[in-house]
């Protein structure tokens, strides 16, 4: 995948022979960074993706301290922040809505994560003719999410760091999708409460903690997609 | 369908999701048409205007980044130590 990371007015400049090198390394750091991002997502291999969205920024840092003119880095972490979060929930609840979630691994930490926050997630696991969870409304927006949202966000993520006019387009038209699976979420968790949290060791605090926090995500940076300098997306 | 197949047709079917969403995604801008000169300059002063709240919402979403690999790297550990094999 072709990543520019040089700002794109940068491209039609002439690049000095002696910027051929910091373009490589801005280049390579962008991959490096992007590449933690996308492990970073996995979260179990959190501890690897870290190190690697690191040693990329400073690979980045590296290029612009040779004259690279790389790409503002708000939208950098901007985007960075996407692709995680993105992959974070494509994945997780991907591997409840296909056949990972009969595994004993998969099973398991779903059925324990219903234990912790959730307990949606620990009754009649694996019980319906879908598999995965039983809550017909959480499985309504997995699929929702699964299928649609969140392939789009994370290719819209990429478009965005490469300063591609579709992707800041779409990353807007992504978030706002987020945002509405966000609002039909909510009332769908909390109408069966005593199922959910009622029945789960931390409920409405550790929801909060672990899942809903994060999803605040789309409140924040939607009006920072609103403001940015749509003219810097060629 | 045993475990490890299962696994593989669940990030089989979740590789061929995001492949196929990008190649719709990155062959179709929503809004074509380019700025005008005048537009650009109005885009520039908007950015100034708004300059609080895009250090806000950058300063947020930093805090959220980091929020969500520390969990991310934590939170399946503790799981698997806590609550065992199902």
Redesign the interface.
Known sequence: MTTAVIAPDALFEPQPEELFEGNALAHKGDKIFIIGCLI?????L??I??PL?AWGMVLMRRAEKQGVKIRPW?IT??G??IL??TT?N??AW??DL???H????????W???G??VDGGYMFHYNHNSIGGVADSGEKSVQIGM???AM??K???A??FLRM???GL??TL?SYWMYFTCWMIYMPNILMHFPERFGSSDFGVIGFWM?VN??F??PL??L??LH?????RWT | ?S?L???T???A??GG??W???V???N????EGT?SPA??IA??E??VR?AT??KV??G???F??F???????V???Y??L?????
């Not at chain 1, 970073?40 to 179990?44: E, I, L, P, S, Y």
């Open positions: 970073c997502g996995t979260w179990v959190g501890p993706g870290l969205i708000a972490l901007i960075g922040f995680v979060d974070v494509f994945l991907g591997l296909f056949p990972a009969d595994t004993s691994i998969g099973r398991s930490l059925v324990n994560y234990q912790l699964v299928l649609m392939p789009i994370l290719a819209a990429l478009g591609k006019k579709w387009q779409w038209i672990l926090l994060p605040l995500g924040f940076l009006p920072y403001t940015v300098r749509r003219d | 369908m475990d197949l299962r696994w047709v669940s990030l079917v979740l999701l995001a196929l969403w990008y719709i995604v990155s179709l801008t929503p809004f700025l537009q650009v885009e520039q908007r950015e708004f709240l895009r919402t950058v947020l979403d930093i959220f980044f929020f969500i690999v520390i969990e991310g790297a939170l399946p550990a799981l698997f806590h609550y065992g094999l199902h």
